[in-house]
């Protein structure tokens, strides 16, 4: 699913798009001006998400960090992010799917476990058929997963992913959903290596170390480090008791300013710049949830009580109650109009008094992803209106 990084766009593309920028700078606030597409981060900071500077050696794995952080560590595991990639092997879909057949057009697949607990698929078609290794699953399968094999040296992204909606099979998202041509296409699209680095970079962690693509040394899924920052230094000098040292050599998000803070979680969510550098239009871009959320009057200038992790505890899995995320709209809004709003409260709501996100952060299904995701962009959502940009 390589949905927001196609890099090779035409010329004309590139006009249309630096025109859109041009519009979308001058319509947008102060703040979005303070904002940043990603390589502009991490050209800026010694430490970003995905910046691959880190050497092979700084980093040390979260079990490292149990020692001294053992509630955040098991709690982190739960999160889908530290599942957004697993080896094939640890793949429920693929274990349940294992000895199935199913079909896309004329191509028949079979995911096959074998004996030490690895997979192969079988794509064929009359009496052509091919057989090919899986190696990882991205995706941790809430939503859905796709599948990448190797094959000489590259990776290439397989034909079928699993829909969890569905409970099936189908064409990954952004390959073609015309009949497949030939065996070669309804196998798999290699990757280049750059795509290949992008993938891994935003579902792995320490996957490019020293700035070089280093599959081999990636550990599954977003851990601590994906986030912190290499932690060697921090471990080293926490266990010589040298706390100084100790924090100084670990990065604490907590002390970015807001705005910051959702272009941070931006580096794989995709920041404000970044969806508009990619032109997204439509509602694919309801996935962008930086881009939505800074586009809601709720953001103003930015604001600490709503940034991401004012409503997801990036250690802890999402929680689905709607209600829970009143306290967070209460924080900014007046509860009803008879208690007179504090001066620093925005209005009060005439319709609702809980359960908010139910009206006011709409699900939109998003349908090569067979999912309906939650539309960040916070507002009076009137029926029947096209999805806005
Ligand atoms: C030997 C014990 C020890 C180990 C191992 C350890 N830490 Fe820490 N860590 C600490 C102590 C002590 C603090 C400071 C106390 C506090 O703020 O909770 C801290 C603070 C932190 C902070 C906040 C820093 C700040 O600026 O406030 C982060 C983030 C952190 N640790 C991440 C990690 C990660 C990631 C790992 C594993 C790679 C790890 N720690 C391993 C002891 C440890
Ligand atoms: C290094 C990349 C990366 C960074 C940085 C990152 N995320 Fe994620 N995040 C992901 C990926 C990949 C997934 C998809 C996981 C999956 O496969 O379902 C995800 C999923 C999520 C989800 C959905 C969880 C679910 O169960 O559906 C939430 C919420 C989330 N991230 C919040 C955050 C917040 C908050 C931050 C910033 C503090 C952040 N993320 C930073 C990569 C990242
Ligand atoms: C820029 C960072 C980034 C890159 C590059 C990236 N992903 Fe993702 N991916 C994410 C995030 C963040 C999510 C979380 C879901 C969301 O917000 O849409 C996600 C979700 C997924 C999902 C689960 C579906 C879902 O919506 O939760 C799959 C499967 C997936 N990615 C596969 C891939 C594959 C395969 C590649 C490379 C061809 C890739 N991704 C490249 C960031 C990225
Ligand atoms: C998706 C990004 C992400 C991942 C992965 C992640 N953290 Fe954090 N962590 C954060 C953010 C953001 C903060 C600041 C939270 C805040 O402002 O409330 C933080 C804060 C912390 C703190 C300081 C707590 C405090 O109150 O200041 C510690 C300690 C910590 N993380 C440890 C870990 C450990 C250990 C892991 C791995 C098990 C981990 N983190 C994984 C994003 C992440
Ligand atoms: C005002 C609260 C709020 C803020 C701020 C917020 N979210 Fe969410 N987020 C939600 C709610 C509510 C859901 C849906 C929970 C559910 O129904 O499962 C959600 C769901 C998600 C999901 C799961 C996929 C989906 O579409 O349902 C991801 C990923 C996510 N948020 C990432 C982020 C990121 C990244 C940021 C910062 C740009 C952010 N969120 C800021 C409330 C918030
Ligand atoms: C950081 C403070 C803040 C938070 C948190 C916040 N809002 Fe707002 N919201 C505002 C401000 C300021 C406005 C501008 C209008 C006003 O003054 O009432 C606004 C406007 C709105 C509007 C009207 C939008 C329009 O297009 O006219 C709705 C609806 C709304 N908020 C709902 C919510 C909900 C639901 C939540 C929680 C999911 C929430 N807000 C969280 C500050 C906030
Ligand atoms: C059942 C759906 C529903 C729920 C639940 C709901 N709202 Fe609303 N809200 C609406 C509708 C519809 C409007 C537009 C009313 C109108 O324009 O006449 C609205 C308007 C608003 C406005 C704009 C008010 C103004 O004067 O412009 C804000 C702010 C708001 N809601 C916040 C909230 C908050 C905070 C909550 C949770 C405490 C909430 N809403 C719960 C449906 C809902």
């Known amino acids: 699913m390589s949905h927001r990084h196609s890099n090779s766009v035409p010329q004309s593309v590139v006009t249309v798009l630096m025109m859109l920028a041009f519009w979308a700078f001058a319509q947008t606030p102060a703040t979005i001006k303070e904002q940043l597409t990603t390589p502009e981060r991490i050209e800026k900071s010694k430490w970003w998400p995905t910046d ?5 050696n700084e980093y040390v794995g979260s079990r490292a960090c149990e020692q001294c952080h053992e509630t955040i560590v098991k709690s982190q595991s739960l999160h889908s992010m530290a599942k957004a ?19 896309i057009g004329e191509y028949e697949y079979k995911i096959i476990r074998e004996a030490d607990g690895t997979f192969h698929y079988t794509a064929s078609s009359g009496d052509k058929s091919v ?11 809430k939503v859905g997963q796709s599948y990448l094999s190797e094959q000489d040296g590259t990776f290439h992204e397989i034909r079928f992913s699993y829909f969890a909606t569905l409970h099936a099979f189908g064409v990954t998202p952004n390959q073609s959903l015309q009949p497949a041509t030939s065996m070669s296409k309804a196998s798999s699209r290699p990757l280049t290596g750059a795509e290949a680095q992008r993938c891994f970079g935003c579902h792995t962690t320490a996957s490019t170390v020293g700035k070089h693509f280093e599959p081999a040394n990636a550990m599954p899924g ?4 994906g986030c912190h920052g290499a932690g060697s230094r921090h471990v080293t000098a926490m266990k010589a008791g040298d706390f100084d040292a100790g924090v100084a050599g670990i990065v604490n998000p907590k002390t970015l300013k807001p705005v910051d803070l959702v272009d941070f979680c931006g580096a794989c969510h995709t920041t404000w710049w970044d969806a508009i550098r990619i032109a997204a239009t439509g509602v694919a871009n309801v996935r962008f949830q ?3 959320l800074e586009g809601s009057r709720c953001w103003g200038n930015g604001d600490a009580r709503l940034t991401c992790v004012s409503c ?3 250690h802890q899995p999402l929680v689905r109650e709607t209600r829970t995320y009143d306290s967070r709209c209460l924080s900014c809004h007046a509860s009803s109009k008879q208690s007179k709003p504090a001066a620093d409260k925005a209005g ?3 319709i609702g008094k809980e359960d908010c996100v139910t ?9 090569d992803m067979h999912y309906k995701y939650t539309d960040h962009r916070i507002r009076i959502v009137k029926a029947g209106e096209p999805f806005p940009d």
Do not use: T
């Open 52 to 56: 691959g500077r880190a050497g092979k």
């Open 85 to 103: 990639s697993i080896p094939a092997e640890s793949s429920d879909a693929l274990r349940d799917a294992s000895g199935q057949s199913f079909r």
């Open 131 to 141: 057989l090919l290794p899986i190696k990882w699953a991205f995706g941790a399968g």
């Open 222 to 225: 977003i851990s601590c480090e």
């Open 290 to 292: 930086p881009y939505r």
């Open 312 to 314: 997801h505890n990036p």
């Open 348 to 350: 009060a709501c005439p």
């Open 359 to 367: 009206c006011h952060m709409h699900k939109y299904e998003v349908p």
